[in-house]
T-cell receptor, first 115, second 113 residues
Framework: DAGVIQSPRHEVTEMGQEVTLRCKPI?????LFWYRQTMMRGLELLIYFNNNVPIDDSGMPEDRFSAKMPNASFSTLKIQPSEPRDSAVYFC?????????????FGQGTRLTVV | AQSVTQPDIHITVSEGASLELRCNYSYGATPYLFWYVQSPGQGLQLLLK??????LVQGIKGFEAEFKRSQSSFNLRKPSVHWSDAAEYFCALKKTSYDKVIFGPGTSLSVIP
């Protein structure tokens, strides 16, 4: 398996523009997580899905952030409009929801820079 | 609410020396516990995990961790550090197999020759 695949790896955008980050989880994984990593705040969980349904979005910072999981093999995290303080590395992770193998497998991340 | 603390923000050790990274958690029951490593510019890689049973767990790259319920700790150890171990290390927990993973703030490890 190729692991969790995120695109793009790097994104530079101007303030006010819409940004869409994409994630393809590992096949067969039912849970998907979006994290944001910054020097100041460390790893923050933004939202997670079980079986394509958002379970906890309490970490989504503002209404400018939205996430969707239209099917089991694809998820997006959208920021509209983007702001410089959104600059961070965004990680997607997936896992099986139960059983022995419940650790999260992480993608390589998307480094977002908003100028 | 459950939380994870890693008291050491940064640790420097000499190559070949032993290593112990501390992790404490706050949760009323026994959680699922993990240690992840993040090399610069990379995603997080699982080193080891504890769910139940033997409190000393072995992981990849020669790492081990010991769960101590009485101390609410899950410290990571390695008997002899290699220069390639320089990275950021994260302790994490889940309350249940269905729950979200909560990460500690991380410990940055530097290895000097």
């Amino acid at each position: 398996d190729a692991g969790v695949i995120q695109s793009p790896r790097h994104e530079v955008t101007e303030m006010g523009q819409e940004v869409t980050l994409r994630c393809k989880p590992i096949s067969g994984h039912n849970s998907l997580f979006w994290y944001r990593q910054t020097m100041m705040r460390g790893l923050e969980l933004l939202i997670y899905f079980n079986n394509n349904v958002p379970i906890d979005d309490s970490g989504m910072p503002e209404d400018r952030f939205s996430a969707k999981m239209p099917n089991a093999s694809f998820s997006t995290l959208k920021i509209q409009p983007s702001e410089p303080r959104d600059s961070a590395v965004y990680f997607c992770a997936s896992s099986l929801p139960s059983g022995v193998y419940t650790e999260a497998f992480f993608g390589q991340g998307t480094r977002l820079t908003v100028v | 609410a459950q939380s994870v603390t890693q008291p050491d923000i940064h640790i420097t050790v000499s190559e070949g020396a032993s290593l112990e990274l501390r992790c404490n958690y706050s949760y009323g029951a026994t959680p699922y516990l993990f240690w992840y490593v993040q090399s610069p510019g990379q995603g997080l890689q699982l080193l080891l995990k504890y769910f139940s049973g033997d409190t000393l767990v072995q992981g990849i790259k020669g790492f081990e961790a010991e769960f101590k319920r009485s101390q609410s700790s899950f410290n990571l150890r390695k008997p002899s550090v290699h220069w390639s171990d320089a990275a950021e290390y994260f302790c994490a927990l889940k309350k249940t197999s269905y729950d979200k993973v909560i990460f500690g703030p991380g410990t940055s490890l530097s290895v000097i020759p």
